[in-house]
């Protein structure tokens, strides 16, 4: 969904819609990770609850991200939130 929030016309005129978009595209790309690369080693050992509360945190981050993106507020994720902003002064 992201991807198609940034490439619609819209995004180029509103700052606040690319934010989002980017910091989706992100968050997306760090679910990718948690599930292709970092859970299966969680998964392997004693470690399967750990596996669980990444997996909490990410989707509370995706509902918070949506809460607040249906009011129109740039809430900035920390890690995430700082690479949406750079993406977006890369115009």
Known sequence: MAI???????FRRDRTLRFHGFQALYLF?????EQQV???MLRQG??????GVLQLLLL???ILM??????????SLPVIGDLAHKS???D
Request: hydrophobic share 55%.
């Open 4 to 10: 198609i929030v940034l490439a619609a016309d819209r």
């Open 29 to 33: 790309v760090a679910w990718m990770i």
């Open 38 to 40: 970092v859970g299966p």
């Open 46 to 51: 004693n470690m399967r609850p750990l596996h």
């Open 60 to 62: 509370g981050a995706s």
């Open 66 to 75: 949506m809460v607040k993106a249906a009011h129109q507020e740039a809430y």
């Open 88 to 90: 977006m002064s890369e």
